[in-house]
């Protein structure tokens, strides 16, 4: 695995030494540079430090682990692939994300998920491990996007205005989530025994990359939010 010392390279340098990397990276000392991984595909990459906006956008079958925080727009529009943060991200995770999994210990900021979507056999899969910021899953088209509240305030599990113009894909959160305010267009319930059978595997992975116990996080009930409509801006238009 080739070492790339980050500490005195912008991100332009930083990206072409990684683009000319022939196999796997590990980078050390990075410290806010941007676009990381780009476009990349079948390289396993690690972060030591904390990358800047844009890690692993585009990715495209390739995995990316960051010993560290994370800062806005990790997997913007990711195709295939894998991203696990060990600590938190910033606004924008997982914009319009059609594939591949973006794992996360810590919490999230706003708008994680915004756009996310399926593209035919891919189902693109987000595990906030902490807490999420407002705007959660907004304009969700497709995929799955699921909070364990780990270490959370209680009934603080995600901020203001969760799903809204939610029109496709699965949200999971951990607990019975009863004072959280949803919008008109989407149903939240208790999960079911099948409902928890179609995740079961991403948190066993989950809690494997993060040394959870999977006993631990189904000991507690989650709530699954699902769209009503496909349609959900019918109500702004004058005309039906």
């Known amino acids: 695995m080739k070492l790339i010392d980050a500490k005195n390279l912008d991100y332009k340098t930083l990206n072409e030494e990684l683009r000319q990397a022939d196999g796997d990276c590990t980078i050390e000392g990075c410290c806010g540079q941007r676009f990381i991984a780009a476009g990349m595909s079948d390289k396993t990459l690690v972060?030591?430090?904390?990358?800047?906006?844009?890690?692993?956008?585009?990715?495209?079958?390739?995995?990316?682990?960051?010993?560290?925080?994370?800062?806005?727009?990790?997997?913007?529009?990711?195709?295939?692939?894998?991203?696990?943060?060990?600590?938190?991200?910033?606004?924008?995770?997982?914009?319009?994300?059609?594939?591949?999994?973006?794992?996360?210990?810590?919490?999230?900021?706003?708008?994680?998920?915004?756009?996310?979507?399926?593209y035919k056999e891919k189902i693109p899969v987000m595990i906030i491990g902490g807490c999420a910021g407002s705007f959660l899953g907004e304009y969700q088209a497709g995929g799955i996007i699921i909070v364990l509240g780990l270490n959370c305030v209680e009934n603080h599990i995600v901020g203001n205005f969760p799903c809204t113009g939610m029109h496709g894909g699965k949200m999971y959160l951990r607990g019975n989530c009863k004072n959280i305010k949803f919008p008109a267009q989407v149903t939240a319930r208790p999960a079911t025994s099948e409902d928890l059978d179609e995740i079961c595997n991403y948190l066993s992975e989950y809690c494997s990359d993060f040394a959870y116990d999977i006993d631990d996080i189904l000991s507690d009930s989650f709530t699954v939010i699902t769209p009503d409509s496909r349609n959900p801006y019918k109500q702004m238009y004058v005309a039906n």
Do not use: F, S
């Open 47 to 118: 972060i030591n430090g904390i990358p800047g906006n844009a890690l692993g956008a585009y990715l495209n079958n390739a995995n990316i682990t960051v010993n560290a925080n994370a800062q806005d727009a990790v997997g913007d529009t990711m195709n295939e692939g894998k991203i696990i943060i060990h600590g938190n991200i910033g606004d924008a995770a997982g914009y319009a994300m059609r594939g591949g999994k973006i794992y996360v210990r810590g919490n999230a900021g706003y708008r994680a998920g915004i756009h996310m979507k399926a």
